[in-house]
């Protein structure tokens, strides 16, 4: 089967670290994506990793271990408006079919 | 650029109604997909297309058709809408199967 778990809810504080992970176990693997979706809006993406590794972007830093089936994505000097849900998301074939996990909802507290 | 658009961005339906929902992109991408989201889940997809005239089902297609007769245009048919469709649907394009996948606005369907 194919399964994509990360969890439900975080909670951090304003200018905080946090970490949100992500294992996965899928049938096939292309790629692994980390999408932003702010209540009530479409998911934007954030970050892409394919090969074993941390990728930086800015305050967003995404990492991927594939032996482990494992992700996760860093957020540095948090602010309010990083509340929002984080979705993991699994490319498992050339269809570019993705598969997602149910989503984490951060609270960013001041 | 408008990049992805759908319309409506809300409806009301009542049991066995049809409808259909539009989605259109303006970046010549060939992969188009159609998901639906209910209330703090992540995204099922329902059907996708790798190019115009070919199309195949997702995780939950029951209940849906599309059809892709042109490269920006993905339309998704509900036939006869029950209250489990309640949901938001997100249209997403993408230029190729490895590439990143760019949503719509949503569109917001309640069927009573």
């Known amino acids: 089967g194919q399964n994509i778990d990360q969890p439900t809810e975080m909670t951090a504080t304003e200018g905080a670290i946090v970490q949100i992970n992500c294992t996965y176990q899928?049938?096939?693997?292309?790629?692994l994506f980390w999408y932003q979706q702010h209540a009530g809006e479409a998911p934007t993406f954030l970050s892409y990793?394919?090969?074993?590794g941390l990728e930086e972007k800015g305050r967003f830093s995404s990492f991927l271990s594939r032996s482990k089936g494992y992700s996760y994505l860093l957020l540095k000097e948090l602010q309010m408006k990083d509340s929002a849900s984080y979705l993991c998301?699994?490319?498992?074939?050339?269809?570019?079919?993705?598969?997602f996990g149910q989503g984490t909802t951060l609270q960013v507290k001041p | 650029n408008a990049g992805v658009t759908q319309t409506p961005k809300f409806r009301i339906l009542k049991i066995g109604q049809s409808m259909t929902l539009q989605c259109t992109q303006d970046?010549?991408?060939?992969?188009m997909y159609w998901y639906r989201q209910d209330p703090g889940m992540g995204l099922k997809l329902i059907y996708y297309?790798?190019?115009?005239?070919?199309?195949d089902k997702g995780e939950v297609p029951n209940g849906y058709n599309v059809s892709r007769s042109t490269t920006e245009d993905f339309p998704l048919r509900l036939e006869l809408a029950a209250p489990s469709q309640t949901s938001v649907y997100f249209c997403?394009?993408?230029?190729?199967?490895?590439?990143?996948?760019?949503f719509g606005p949503g569109t917001r369907l309640t069927v009573l």
């Open positions: 297309s790798v190019g115009a005239g070919i199309t």
């Open positions: 990793n394919v090969l074993d």
């Open positions: 997403a394009s993408c230029q190729g199967g490895t590439d990143t996948q760019y």
């Open positions: 899928t049938s096939g693997f292309n790629g």
């Open positions: 970046m010549n991408h060939n992969y």
């Open positions: 998301a699994v490319k498992g074939s050339n269809t570019g079919k993705l598969i």
